[in-house]
C-alpha cells in the first residue's frame, strides 16, 4: 500500500496554515481565561476568532471592559416593575386589533393570560399562577 498523503485544506493541495502570533498553540480555556483577565468579565463563547478579535480590541481600549453595568429597574408607583418589549409597529398594530377585538380591556391583560398560558401549558404551574386571570374577568 502507498504512504497516506499529508493533509490538505483545499482543492489546490496546500498544507494547512500554521498559526501564527501571540495566540498560537492556545487552548479554548485559555483564551477564555485571556479574555476574562482582559475584558474584565466571563464569557460565554467558544469561538477561538472572536476571542482573540475581543482581547485585541480590548487591548487596544476600542471596547468596554469591566463587568457590565446592571440596567435600571423601572418599579412603578404600585410597586409593580415594568419589562421592555419592543415591535415592529405593523404586528403591534394587529395585536392590538385583536385583543380589542377579542373584547379585552387593554394589551397587559392580554399579555397576562398569554403569559399565564404558556407557562401552564409548560407545566411551570406554580409561575402562571402569577399570572392566573382575576376573579372579575
Known amino acids: 500500500p502507498a504512504p497516506a498523503a499529508p493533509a490538505t485544506t483545499s482543492a489546490e493541495g496546500t498544507q494547512p496554515a500554521r498559526q501564527r ?3 498560537a498553540g492556545m487552548s479554548l480555556q485559555q483564551l477564555q481565561e485571556k479574555y476574562r483577565e482582559v475584558v474584565g468579565r466571563p464569557t ?3 469561538n477561538a476568532s472572536y476571542l482573540q478579535w475581543k482581547i485585541r480590541e480590548a487591548e487596544a481600549g476600542r471596547i ?3 463587568p457590565r453595568p446592571e440596567r435600571e429597574v423601572k418599579v412603578r408607583e404600585d410597586g409593580k416593575r415594568v419589562i ?3 415591535f415592529d ?3 403591534l398594530d394587529a395585536l392590538d386589533k ?3 377585538d ?3 380591556p387593554s394589551r397587559t391583560r392580554f399579555f397576562m393570560r398569554a ?3 404558556e407557562l401552564t401549558a409548560m407545566g411551570a404551574t406554580q409561575a402562571a399562577e402569577h399570572f392566573a386571570p382575576k376573579t372579575e374577568e
Open 89 to 91: 409597529a405593523e404586528a
Open 44 to 46: 460565554g463563547s467558544s
Open 115 to 117: 403569559v399565564h398560558r
Open 21 to 23: 502570533g501571540r495566540f
Open 64 to 66: 468596554n471592559v469591566g
Open 98 to 100: 385583536a385583543w380589542r
Open 84 to 86: 421592555p418589549l419592543s
Open 102 to 104: 377579542a373584547g379585552l
